[in-house]
């Protein structure tokens, strides 16, 4: 873990923000970070990789070549996004036409339309929850649905929309997991050293990761640290895990993050 950079005047002046996420996808975040006055850390405890098992391969190709067979397709990620346009960019050189895509999350939306495909979303939700309550969802009795993901995860999309009778296949399209250098990122780092470090996690998977690597490490300390959390589910996971003080965004957005964070400064320092 190394500084990235140095606190600054600002409406989060005086915090210090652990990142965790992937190292590819902190950019935006660290900038909206440091705009707003905080320093930062970064400790990434989620990595996309690749799907390298010959059979989950063989189950992808399989799925992409019959996709004119499904009528909904669902993305549950710009990761998903990103790898599931590279795979049918290379069996259709045209997509196939009927299907009705559905994205969770507005960002996840967006990173389609970026590439010409429209879909529908929850808006500021981002979650299943949310997509599953949107009325093009009620009736799908007897459609195909394929969910874009990757491997393992939820399962609620998959359970609810089979009981309305929808027949449901998974694409799996890459692995989430823990970088091998975290634990040791993390025993070399002084977060906690400093009176305003904080912790922001954009998932409940990095959430467990890192629960794994505080325990890994033997500093339970850190969960005594301030939480940033997309959402009430990640929030619950968070206290679960024994994380002492959460602070819950409406979603995983940047906007989001930044917004629920700015107001816990600003109630903390009007509590001063």
């Known amino acids: 873990m190394t500084p990235v950079s ?8 005086g915090l210090r923000v652990c990142i965790t996420r992937p190292q590819a996808q902190q950019r935006s975040w660290r ?5 707003a006055g905080a320093a930062t850390l970064s400790l990434p405890l989620l990595s996309i990789e690749p799907l390298r098992d010959s059979a989950a391969l063989n189950r992808l190709k399989a799925l992409i070549m019959d996709l004119d067979h499904y009528q909904i397709g669902i993305f549950v990620s710009r990761n998903a996004v990103q790898q599931a346009l590279y795979w049918i ?7 196939p036409l009927g299907i009705d895509y559905f994205a969770v999350g507005e960002a996840t939306a967006r990173a389609l339309l970026e590439d010409g495909v429209v879909a529908h979303s929850a808006q500021q939700a981002m979650n299943s929850e949310a997509l ?8 799908v009795a007897g459609s195909k649905v394929v969910i874009f993901r990757g491997l393992g995860g939820r399962t609620l999309l998959a359970e609810k929309l089979r009981a309305r009778g929808a027949q449901v296949s998974y694409c799996e399209l890459y692995r989430r997991c823990l970088p091998e250098a975290a634990a040791a990122q993390l025993s070399h780092s002084d977060l906690g050293a400093a009176a305003g470090d904080m912790i922001s996690v954009h998932s409940g998977e990095t959430l467990l990761n890192l629960d794994r690597v505080i325990t890994a490490t033997g500093r339970p300390q850190l969960r005594r640290l301030p939480l940033l959390v997309p959402g009430q589910r990640v929030a619950a996971l968070g206290r679960e895990k024994g994380f002492a003080e959460l602070i819950s965004a409406e979603n995983a957005t940047d906007a989001a993050m930044l917004s629920a964070l700015a107001a816990w400064q600003a109630q903390r320092a009007n509590v001063d």
Do not use: I, T
């Open 132 to 139: 599953l309550a949107l009325p093009a969802l009620q009736r």
């Open 31 to 35: 900038r909206a970070l440091e705009a």
């Open 89 to 95: 960019d290379q069996y259709w050189p045209q997509a």
């Open 6 to 13: 140095a606190a600054g005047s600002g409406a989060l002046g």
